[in-house]
């Protein structure tokens, strides 16, 4: 099947793929670097780091990635650091932001004031189109199968379609999206692109050690790589 171009702002991937904000030092500048220069839309989790420490993975993520590609920041609305890290993504010309876990009028107009998309995480149909009439750019839509903050006890599939026709802005299904055959129910669904997170690990880690053995990269026991 052909894969539909998605457009969130002025991010066109090459692939309508986005990689999950896995927290606790998952979803850091290697994880988001290697996304994006593969194709896809990064992200760098702002859940247990510090706002200097987020500031070194953008940085270095644009340092591996070259300038190319996209980068964003995942910044939980329900964290009491959310302000303090998301004016910091916003400061260092993130792509954009994704958050979930609650929603405020603050970080679409904060979004809106620096020309930086924001996403927002969702469940529902309801919330998806609040998210579009405060400003959100584009909807991540999360079924139960999900990790993180959910707000609902169904599957993805049964929730998609509802939220793809209540809004005009793209849609991304997630949770539970590991295979091709899960991207392609997504998008026959109506959904513009699918996000992704433990599915991306196994490839992450098979490029690694195939470079490991061509010594192009040290040991995998020895190198944090995300």
């Given amino acids: 099947m052909d894969l539909p171009k998605l457009k969130i702002g002025h991010m066109v991937p090459s692939v309508p793929i986005m990689q999950g904000g896995m927290g606790v030092g998952i979803s850091l500048s290697g994880l988001a670097s290697a996304v994006a220069n593969a194709?896809?839309?990064?992200?760098?989790?702002?859940?247990?780091?510090?706002?200097?420490?987020?500031?070194?993975?953008?940085?270095?993520?644009?340092?591996?990635?070259?300038?190319?590609?996209?980068?964003?920041?995942?910044?939980?609305?329900?964290?009491?650091?959310?302000?303090?890290?998301?004016?910091?993504?916003?400061?260092?010309k993130v792509d954009f932001i994704i958050s979930g876990a609650g929603i405020s009028r603050d970080m679409y107009s904060w979004g809106k004031q620096a020309g930086i998309p924001v996403i927002s995480i969702v469940s529902s149909a309801k919330l998806a189109k609040i998210s579009e009439r405060l400003g959100a750019a584009a909807v991540v839509v999360e079924g139960f199968e999900a990790g993180?903050?959910?707000?609902?006890?169904?599957?993805?599939?049964?929730?998609?379609?509802?939220?793809?026709?209540?809004?005009?802005?793209?849609?991304?299904?997630?949770?539970?999206?590991?295979?091709?055959?899960?991207?392609?129910?997504?998008?026959?669904?109506?959904?513009?692109?699918?996000?992704?997170?433990?599915?991306?690990?196994?490839?992450?880690?098979a490029m690694l050690r195939k470079a490991s053995r061509r010594n192009t990269c040290p040991p995998l026991k020895k190198t944090h790589y995300w």
């Fill in 39 to 92: 194709g896809g839309i990064g992200i760098i989790s702002g859940t247990g780091i510090t706002v200097d420490e987020m500031r070194r993975h953008i940085r270095k993520a644009r340092k591996l990635t070259q300038g190319k590609g996209y980068i964003g920041v995942n910044v939980l609305f329900a964290m009491n650091d959310f302000a303090e890290k998301m004016k910091a993504a916003l400061d260092e």
């Fill in 148 to 205: 993180g903050h959910l707000g609902t006890d169904k599957p993805l599939f049964d929730i998609l379609p509802e939220i793809v026709e209540s809004v005009s802005i793209p849609v991304i299904a997630a949770g539970g999206i590991m295979t091709g055959a899960d991207i392609a129910k997504a998008l026959s669904l109506g959904a513009s692109g699918v996000q992704m997170a433990p599915g991306l690990l196994p490839a992450m880690n």
